[in-house]
């Protein structure tokens, strides 16, 4: 029913900036929360941002809170991660996926994204 499209990812250097965007196709993001997460090789699922489409209630992980910055577009139909001051930790493959609230637990989502991978370069 859900499908969520991504794009956006590559290789940045350190300190540089990516906007990531995820886009809903066959159905809006209307009665979703829309939330980030990514996961490094070797390492677990780590929510990143989420944000409530009707009101635009934001959630940040405490790792990339003032460096990255979730937004959505109405019209769009779209959410975006705009990521700042990039560091080789933020290194990942980063997904996109919906939930029913503002949750930061990825078992809350149910719609996920295939991933887009983010290269930050030392």
């Known amino acids: 029913q859900v499908q969520l499209v991504e794009s956006g990812g590559g290789l940045v250097q350190a300190g540089g900036s990516l906007r990531l965007s995820c886009a809903a196709s066959?159905?809006?993001?209307?009665?979703?929360?829309v939330g980030w997460f990514r996961q490094a090789p070797g390492k677990e699922r780590e929510f990143v941002t989420g944000?409530?489409?009707?009101?635009?209630?934001?959630l940040y992980a405490d790792s990339v809170k003032g460096r990255f910055t979730i937004s959505r577009d109405r019209a769009e139909n779209a959410v975006y991660l705009q990521m700042n001051s990039l560091k080789p930790e933020d290194t990942a493959d980063y997904y996109c996926?919906?939930?029913?609230?503002?949750?930061?637990?990825?078992?809350?989502?149910?719609?996920w994204g295939q991933g887009t991978q983010v290269t930050v370069a030392s």
């Open positions: 996926a919906t939930a029913g609230g503002l949750y930061s637990s990825a078992s809350s989502y149910t719609y």
């Open positions: 066959g159905r809006t993001f209307a009665a979703h929360t």
């Open positions: 944000i409530t489409w009707s009101a635009g209630t934001t």
